[in-house]
């Protein structure tokens, strides 16, 4: 029998193989794209036969911190913004309740045109953090760029109810109509 391996991402930047012995057909995947949860990150062209298996990491704020401020000495100064991603998704990894660190993705991937992407991660960021205005005016500015006027006004409008007078004055612009 020939070996089975399966794919350990480690971060969001290697991959490895690792025998497995326990093989289960309808875990492996067989395709050259995969769909990613968040859990599991993309690794770059996969093989077939290959399971992808979630990594978890332990909670660790400092580790997770310090991830997060390279992530975004990177998005700062329009460096690499592939690199800013993966130290900002790896910060998450060790500490995924941070909604600033949620925040800086959504801030990368909005750099990087990945506007579905941008708008999860401010969504999260709101999640942890109900009064984070400035989520909420990046989801409005999302939305107003993929086209979605609805949305827009619903976050300018949630923005505005926080006490942001840009919103506020956002809602009387584009809103009122």
């Not at 995924?96 to 992407?117: F, P, R, S």
């Not at 400035?134 to 409005?140: E, R, S």
């Not at 942001?164 to 009387?172: I, L």
Request: glycine fraction near 6%.
């Amino acid at each position: 029998m020939k070996n089975l391996y399966i794919l350990f991402c480690i971060g969001v930047i290697s991959c490895q193989k690792q025998p497995n012995n326990d093989y289960n057909p309808n875990d492996t995947i067989i395709t050259d794209s995969i769909k990613v949860t968040d859990t599991i990150r993309k690794a770059e062209n996969p093989t077939g036969g290959m399971k992808l298996v979630p990594i978890v990491y332990e909670r660790d704020t400092i580790k997770a911190a310090i991830l997060k401020d390279e992530g975004l000495r990177l998005l700062l100064n329009k460096e690499n913004l592939l690199d800013a991603k993966y130290k900002t998704e790896e910060s998450l990894m060790y500490n995924n309740q941070d909604a600033n660190t949620w925040y800086v993705l959504g801030n990368i991937n909005q750099q990087m045109n990945k506007y579905d992407e941008a708008l999860f991660a401010y969504k999260h960021a709101i999640e942890l953090d109900p009064a984070h205005i400035d989520a909420i005016m990046k989801c409005a500015i999302v939305a107003g760029k993929t086209g979605d006027q609805f949305s827009a006004c619903v976050y300018l409008h949630q923005a505005c109810n926080l006490g942001d007078p840009e919103a506020c004055e956002g809602v009387r612009k584009y809103c009122n109509n």
